[in-house]
């Protein structure tokens, strides 16, 4: 079993920065990811990052976005620059644990209860 626990959230004007943390309960060594899902859309993924720091990001985030881990904190990340208003979302930390290897946004059996981001024009 693994909890989660993101915070981060909150309100922003257009091209500025947040930072999501997600505290798990146990070691983060395996597979885990940001999500995003907004209003009336579907939940989508953002970021994931594995056991050897591999990371990978959606194309509508690369370039702006940083998924990272501290495994000795256990604690995920998600550093978010030159946000948009297509940005705001509810934000969701999953974990693939104990798979230590991602496949794509598959797989991910726990996740957290969300933060939001609102990013205002």
């Known amino acids: 079993q693994v909890q989660l626990v993101e915070s981060g959230g909150g309100s922003v004007q257009a091209g500025g920065s947040l930072r999501l943390s997600c505290k798990a309960s146990?070691?983060?060594?395996?597979?885990m990811a940001w999500f995003r899902q907004a209003p009336g859309k579907e939940r989508e993924g953002v970021a994931t990052?594995?056991?050897?720091?591999?990371?990978s990001y959606s194309d509508s985030v690369k370039g702006r976005f940083t998924i990272s881990k501290d495994n000795a904190e256990n604690t995920l990340y998600l550093q978010m620059n030159s946000l948009k208003p297509d940005d705001t979302a509810m934000y969701y930390c999953?974990?693939?644990?104990?798979?230590?290897?991602?496949?794509?946004?598959?797989?991910?059996?726990?996740w957290g209860q969300g933060t939001q981001v609102t990013v205002s024009s």
């Open positions: 999953a974990s693939r644990w104990p798979v230590a290897r991602c496949s794509g946004y598959t797989g991910f059996g726990y």
């Open positions: 990052i594995d056991s050897d720091y591999n990371t």
């Open positions: 146990r070691y983060i060594y395996y597979c």
